[in-house]
């Protein structure tokens, strides 16, 4: 777990790193970048596109994408104590596309990807406007909204909660989890931070660490102190 992290700060001490998630891919050993994950109250948020401009969304669109989005979803959440997580994808386009007139992502890409995810006993559903969706998770009927974009779910999950959610990095032998907000340096030193986000973090990252095995908790371990080095720098 680590408390907010300026990318900024980073490129001025002149980091080899793109940002946080390089470090940890690299120094971790795995094969690919982790997904990010936003976490509120018990729902998720993850996406399929994370730092990407908007400009170029679109072409990072494609089936393997969202079915392997939609796998991972489902493998953190289990990890994290929901047996049978509920999945809600979002739609690309306004209106989810409106049956083909502004836009075909939904129709070529993202529902033969949920159909996949389903024949994998996925328990996801869509797509489904994103106007709209968040309204329907946030009266129960879904656990997680799979966006297709980062402000697609930021804006909402921010919008709930801003003092109380978390992100969480999925994909790596160990949980990695810090506060979805920033570092609002224009409270520094003033003592009137709010910590909810930061003992949720924690709270998360512990939960989900329980059934890790051995060898990827000292990874993390290790990439703790490697992190702390970074910022330092």
């Known amino acids: 777990t680590f408390t907010p992290f300026n990318k900024y700060a980073m490129k001025l001490a002149d980091s080899s790193y793109e940002d946080e998630i390089a470090v940890i891919t690299e120094e971790s050993g795995a094969e690919r970048n982790g997904r990010e994950f ?19 969304v679109a072409r990072h669109i494609t089936k393997e994408a969202v079915v392997n989005g939609l796998v991972l979803t489902d493998r953190c959440m289990r990890d994290a104590g ?3 997580p509920r999945i809600a994808v979002a739609g690309l386009n306004p209106h989810a596309g409106d049956s083909g007139n502004f836009g075909r992502e939904e129709i070529d890409i993202i529902e033969p990807a949920v159909a996949a995810a389903k024949a994998q006993e996925i328990l996801c559903e869509g797509p489904f406007p994103s106007d709209t969706v968040f309204l329907r998770a946030k009266r129960g009927d879904f656990d997680a909204v799979q966006t297709m974009y980062h402000d697609q779910g930021q804006i909402a ?16 032998a160990f949980p990695v989890c810090t506060p979805a907000h920033g570092t609002a340096f224009d409270i520094a030193g003033k003592g009137i931070a709010n910590l909810g986000a930061t003992r949720n973090a924690l709270l998360i990252a512990a939960r989900m660490a329980q059934p890790r095995d ?14 702390t080095k970074v910022a330092a720098e």
């Open 38 to 56: 936003n976490i509120l109250d018990g729902l998720w948020n993850a996406r399929i596109t994370s730092h990407v401009p908007l400009k170029d």
């Open 82 to 84: 929901i047996t049978r």
């Open 157 to 172: 999950m921010k919008l709930m909660g801003f003092e109380r959610g978390i992100t969480l990095i999925g994909g790596y």
């Open 214 to 227: 051995v060898d990827g908790m000292e990874r993390g371990r290790r990439l703790g102190s490697i992190l």
